[in-house]
Structures are given as C-alpha cells and as structure tokens.
C-alpha cells in the first residue's frame, strides 16, 4: 500500500470517527426528548450526560486536526515561497530519505532478547509520558461513566478538581507495567517471527497481546482499583488522600481479616481488566500495523507514529467503551458492596445495565474517552517508535 492510500485511509477513518460521535450525541438527545420524561431523575441524567459530551466533542475534533495537520517537513510549498527555498527544501528531503534507505538496508534484525529490551525501555517511556499527560482527562471520564454521577461539565470545577489525586499509584505501577508489556510483546512476536510458522500479521499481534496483558495487569490492577476510587470520591475516599492511605483503606475494606482477602479486594476487576485490554489492544495495534502498511520500526518517524497512534486507539477505544464502562464500575465498588452482582456473568452485566439505564449508558463517557485515546495514542506510539529507534541504533552500533 503506498503512503498516499494509507494517508487517505486515515484521513477518512478521522472523519467517521468524528461522525460516529456526532452521531451518538444527536441520537441521545432525540431519544431522551422532554416529551418521554417521566419526572424521574433518573431519566434527566443521561441527558446531561450526552449534553457534556457535545461540549467535549468540539475538543476530539480540534485535537484530531490538529495531529492532521502537516509538518513543516513533509508539508507542500506555498505558492509565494521562493524557488530557491523549495528546491533547497526538497533536495534536504532527498538526500535524509536516502540516508534513512541506506540504513534500513543495511541494519541487521535484533534478536528477541534485544527485541526485549529495546520494548521494555520503549515501554517505560511511553507509560511516563502518557500517564502525565492524559490524567486529567482520564479522571473527567471515570467521573462521568459512573452511575447517576453528580459531576457535569456545566461545572467544571468540581468536575476537575483535585483531578491529580492519585496519580502517584499509576505512575509507580504504570512504568514497570507498561515496560513488562512492551518487553513481553515485542520479543513475543520476535519469536513467532523467527520461528517461520506463517501467521499473518495481524495473528502475530494478537497472539503477542494475549500473551502481554496478563503479567501487564497483574502489576498493574491493584493502583488502577484505587486510583479509580479516588477519581470517583468512593466511600471512604477524599481530594487529597495520599496514596498510601488510599491502599490502607482499600485493605480495610476487604470481606475477611486475611491476606487473601486484602489481595483479592486489590485485584478487584482483574478479570474485566484483560478481557477489556485484549480487544482494546489487539484492535489498537492490528490497525496501527495497517496504517503503517507493516513497515519496520525504522521506517515509522515520530510524526506518523503520532497520527496513526491516534487514529487506531481512538477507534479501539470508541469499540470497547461498553467494557471500560463495566470495569470501572466494577473497581469503583468494594467487593463487599456488590455480592449481588459477583456472581452474575460478564455479558449478564453487560445487560443489565442496557436494561435498567438504556443502551446509551453503555456508551457513556465516549466522546471525552475518544478525544484522550487520540491524545494518548499519539504519545504512545510517537515516542514508543522514537525509543525503539534510538535503542535499536544502539544495538547496531554494538
């Protein structure tokens, strides 16, 4: 595929995206119209929420045009741009792809040990720079997907206060987890690779993510339980708690005076966690490695590892949104608090809360959840390809 259809593709895949959210919006605010309500709050909740979604809307729309727009390297020259600077531009162009040929030629394929190492250092540094960047926006969205939430965007203070709270759990989790997944992938599919069975592309990623997420959720779901209850003021938990507090509560609120008990309320969700991570993941790089038309790691600049990081985790994103509503539900909640519920069946959830609080519910919180998956894609994988390059230039060399 060449770089012009690919480009076109992602162009498109942008546009739906932002016509599917249009979409759910207007079809929200038709559905729950004055006319059908019964004077019920609960019926005026979903409402509020769609109307702020709109509002977060302009913002997935801004932010996808602007990882759109070109940079000044690969941009067409303006018509009152002098020749002598175009020519000189364009010859610049030519001899850095030149370079860029000549050293994918000639660069030898890493081992998966190397393959390993570079993944895990990648990992480290996208899981950082992510987990900074994106949490405010991540806490708004946890807020807005819980049940009859108090939290809109007519007033955004309080939706935004304390929006910092917690981080510290993520990011100590986050950097070793994100690591071990990145290390466990690449050299994953490394060796599938090397090992001549014939899968597809898009199997040897899917088979490489199975593999990854459960060792990257083992370490990471215990912060992701209180980091959502903090984001959310569960019971117990207030703005400003520190993060050990947090982990004291937590154990305190296991069903038992046992370690197991303590471990088991800590890795509350665990199960919901990969079975949303799986889709989520697969979907996220089954359509980067598309977009990117299967090139290697050195052939990926930053600025197209930005754009199509976007476009694919806002499409995986938008897809799982039903099961990230679930499993933020699920951890916000002690284990003790939702016996009634523990014994249901994943799909059986699923259900019921179609049933009791309408289908748009298992939607709620997409448009802010798309507009951060787009700004967290485009870190990820720009830094993810920028890390991997300078690692594996480092092998090389060696």
């Known amino acids: 595929?060449?770089?012009?259809?690919?480009?076109?593709?992602?162009?498109?895949?942008?546009?739906?995206?932002?016509?599917?959210?249009?979409?759910?919006?207007?079809?929200?605010?038709?559905?729950?119209?004055?006319?059908?309500?019964?004077?019920?709050?609960?019926?005026?909740?979903?409402?509020?929420?769609?109307?702020?979604?709109?509002?977060?809307?302009?913002?997935?729309?801004?932010?996808?045009?602007?990882?759109?727009?070109?940079?000044?390297?690969?941009?067409?020259?303006?018509?009152?741009?002098?020749?002598?600077?175009?020519?000189?531009?364009?010859?610049?162009?030519?001899?850095?792809?030149?370079?860029?040929?000549?050293?994918?030629?000639?660069?030898?394929?890493?081992?998966?040990?190397?393959?390993?190492?570079?993944?895990?250092?990648?990992?480290?540094?996208?899981?950082?720079?992510?987990?900074?960047?994106?949490?405010?926006?991540?806490?708004?969205?946890?807020?807005?997907?819980?049940?009859?939430?108090?939290?809109?965007?007519?007033?955004l203070p309080m939706l935004f206060s304390g929006s910092f709270d917690g981080i510290v759990a993520p990011l100590l989790s986050n950097i070793p987890a994100g690591a071990v997944f990145f290390a466990v992938k690449d050299a994953t599919k490394s060796a599938l690779k090397n090992s001549h069975a014939g899968l597809p592309k898009w199997a040897l990623t899917s088979a490489a993510v199975a593999i990854a997420l459960p060792p990257y959720w083992l370490i990471r779901n215990p912060s992701e339980v209180v980091k959502t209850r903090i984001q959310v003021r569960a019971e117990g938990y207030y703005e400003g708690m520190s993060t050990i507090d947090a982990f004291q509560l937590a154990l305190a609120q296991a069903d038992g005076n046992s370690t197991a008990s303590g471990i088991s309320e800590l890795y509350q969700g665990y199960s919901e966690n990969v079975l949303y991570g799986f889709p989520a993941d697969i979907i996220k790089f089954v359509v980067y490695d598309y977009?990117?038309?299967?090139?290697?790691?050195?052939?990926?600049?930053?600025?197209?590892?930005?754009?199509?990081?976007?476009?694919?985790?806002?499409?995986?994103?938008?897809?799982?949104?039903?099961?990230?509503?679930?499993?933020?539900?699920?951890?916000?909640?002690?284990?003790?608090?939702?016996?009634?519920?523990?014994?249901?069946?994943?799909v059986y959830r699923l259900m019921k809360i179609a049933k009791e609080e309408g289908v748009e519910e298992l939607f709620a919180g997409s448009t802010p959840?798309?507009?951060?998956?787009?700004?967290?894609?485009?870190?990820?994988f720009a830094t993810y390809e920028e890390t991997k390059q300078k690692v594996g230039e480092f092998f090389v060399k060696k």
């Not at 959840?369 to 870190?379: E, H, N, P, Q």
């Open 1 to 155: 595929m060449t770089k012009f259809s690919r480009r076109w593709i992602a162009s498109a895949l942008a546009a739906s995206l932002l016509s599917v959210l249009s979409s759910l919006q207007v079809t929200a605010l038709t559905t729950l119209s004055p006319s059908k309500s019964t004077g019920n709050s609960k019926h005026h909740i979903p409402k509020i929420e769609y109307s702020r979604r709109g509002f977060i809307g302009s913002c997935s729309a801004v932010a996808a045009c602007t990882v759109f727009a070109p940079s000044s390297s690969n941009a067409l020259p303006l018509h009152h741009t002098s020749d002598a600077i175009s020519n000189s531009n364009l010859m610049s162009s030519a001899i850095e792809q030149e370079k860029m040929t000549s050293i994918q030629s000639t660069a030898p394929a890493l081992t998966s040990f190397q393959e390993s190492i570079s993944g895990f250092i990648s990992g480290t540094a996208v899981s950082t720079v992510k987990t900074l960047v994106k949490y405010p926006l991540d806490t708004a969205t946890v807020r807005l997907q819980m049940p009859n939430t108090p939290y809109t965007l007519q007033n």
């Open 291 to 346: 977009l990117s038309g299967g090139k290697g790691k050195s052939s990926i600049s930053p600025g197209e590892g930005a754009v199509y990081g976007a476009l694919s985790t806002g499409v995986a994103q938008l897809v799982t949104t039903p099961l990230d509503v679930l499993r933020n539900r699920i951890m916000a909640v002690s284990k003790a608090d939702q016996e009634s519920d523990e014994k249901l069946s994943y």
């Open 369 to 380: 959840r798309v507009a951060k998956a787009m700004l967290s894609g485009a870190i990820q």
